[in-house]
């Protein structure tokens, strides 16, 4: 599947609001029901097809601009040193096109009317316009020519006899007067401008190359410049039996619009002309001391090694925002998809040897709900990076919205398994779904009538049993997060056991 446009119209400039800091998701036993069916019998029906077969090589689909964002770097957590500060500057280039083809997906969506719609495909033509990349997140307001020394500048009609007179201006009169902004907002607004200069001015960017399509950050509720590596739960002995095992990559996704950290833990008798499959953890924030567990197993010889690699937002972003992560596994799940199967799993397998036939995904809650979506949609993409997946707790009711006309999050979708059985006969993918006997209760003010989140795992299960497949139900003696890592443990040693 290749990339599509990007959502959103670009802004002319993009206004900051505060990260509501919610807390973390309802994250992460022993009664035990297996439902291993036989596959079904051989189907006539010819509109069914087999789901393609992993490839010995996945083909990566990244742009040029995301292959030149995309960077190992040194792994930083519990450290007390300041985030290093980063600065590209770039064209944002869209066709007319582009443009036009994105208002049709708005319009789709509902995003639009149609007299909306309308007006702006009329008006669209081809433009393109500087930018900068401020720690993953464009700046997409006025940069200044690369020769600029912080001396005279001229806007249009405006002359400013310094930088610091602009910064002046746009502290006290543009932000707050004409773009409506609030103290804080404009405050981070400032200093990200601030940023810019200082790395033009003292030749301290990088040179990267055109953005083609239009650009549309998922998130416009982030301060680059913030510090969020206090926000990640770990324990600091746990983190220490693993770091030196891990390399940490930044990697740029453009049809989001968002810098994600990833995680590799190589495993203890690692050997680079090995391979080896992948264990691959969303929510990575709440990760790391799994992490060390599952190193752990793996050192002692109770499972076989394998490639643990855990996703998050970049370091500037809160991961435990609930708000800011339903952007991601709800509202741009596809998007997610997307960027996991033809851009993340394809750049790994560049840099490690991996084995995808038989490499897991694993998410869960809001994660849950993506590896529910990724699961079902897995069919409709050449790149195969994974033949199993674990669908723990997925928080289904975040998907309904009983007061829209319009069912914005395809819940739908979901309650069908987004169409897979009709395309498909049986399961062609392994699948241990799994729950907390308790958790029930943990959020029963969010349901609003609809399944409760074993209600919705049983059913999920029963869907998947009735078309017969490698399906695995199990539900831990525990509430919505805590048998997580007894699940990934086990998991580990039944999925990779030591040969």
């Not at 983190?239 to 590799?264: A, C, H, N, P, W």
């Not at 897991?360 to 979506?373: A, C, K, N, R, W």
Request: with cysteine; net charge negative; hydrophobic share 30%.
């Amino acid at each position: 599947m290749r990339k599509r446009a990007l959502s959103i119209v670009c802004t002319a400039a993009v206004v900051l609001a505060s990260c509501a800091n919610t807390g973390g998701s309802a994250d992460a036993g022993r009664n035990e029901t297996s439902a291993s069916a036989s596959s079904a019998a051989d189907s006539t029906q010819n509109e069914k097809t087999s789901a393609p077969a992993s490839p010995a090589k996945l083909e990566n689909k990244m742009t040029e601009f995301e292959r030149s964002c995309a960077e190992k770097r040194p792994f930083i957590l519990g450290e007390s040193s300041e985030l290093p500060v980063e600065v590209g500057l770039f064209r944002i280039c869209t066709s007319k096109e582009e443009k036009i083809a994105n208002y049709d997906k708005m319009l789709e969506k509902h995003m639009i009317d149609k007299e909306y719609y309308d007006e702006c495909a009329a008006d669209a033509e081809d433009s393109e316009f500087e930018a900068a990349l401020i720690n993953g997140v464009v700046y997409d307001f006025f940069v200044p020519e690369k020769d600029y020394d912080g001396g005279k500048l001229e806007l249009g009609e405006d002359t400013f006899e310094s930088d610091d007179e602009y910064f002046a201006y746009l502290s006290d009169t543009y932000c707050p007067e004409i773009l409506g902004m609030t103290p804080y907002d404009t405050k981070v607004f400032v200093e990200r401008t601030k940023v810019l200069f200082d790395a033009v001015e003292n030749n301290n960017y990088t040179e990267l190359p055109d953005m083609h399509g239009v650009y549309s950050p998922v998130l416009y509720d982030t301060d680059p410049l913030y510090d969020h590596r206090s926000d990640w739960t770990y324990e600091q002995e746990k983190l220490g039996s693993i770091k030196d095992r891990i390399e940490e990559y930044s990697i740029y996704d453009q049809q989001m619009g968002v810098q994600f950290t990833v995680d590799v833990t190589l495993p203890p008798e690692y050997d680079k002309d090995k391979t080896y499959p992948v264990f691959f953890l969303t929510d990575g924030v709440w990760r790391l001391n799994d992490l060390a567990d599952l190193y752990k197993i793996m050192e002692q010889g109770e499972a076989e090694d394998v490639l643990l690699v855990s996703l998050s937002y970049d370091y500037s972003i809160n991961n435990t925002d609930d708000h800011i992560r339903s952007q991601l596994f709800i509202d741009n799940r596809d998007m997610l998809l997307d960027f996991v199967t033809d851009d993340l799993m394809p750049y790994l397998c560049e840099n490690y040897s991996i084995d995808c036939v038989n490499s897991t995904l694993f998410g869960h809650s809001m994660g849950g709900v993506f590896s529910h979506y990724a699961l079902c949609n897995s069919d409709k993409y050449e790149n195969q990076p994974f033949g199993k997946y674990i669908i723990g707790s997925p928080a289904l009711f975040n998907l309904y919205n009983d007061n829209a006309e319009y069912d914005f999050h395809d819940a739908a979708g979901a309650e069908t398994d987004y169409g897979y059985f009709d395309r498909h006969d049986a399961l062609e993918k392994q699948v241990f779904l799994c729950g907390g006997s308790e958790e029930d209760p943990d959020y029963a003010d969010k349901y609003s009538g609809h399944d409760s989140l074993l209600e919705g795992l049983a059913k999920m299960n029963d869907r998947f049993a009735s078309h017969g497949g490698d399906i695995t139900y199990k539900l831990y003696e525990s509430h919505h997060y805590q048998y997580i890592p007894e699940m990934l443990a086990e998991y580990l040693k039944t999925t990779y056991p030591k040969k």
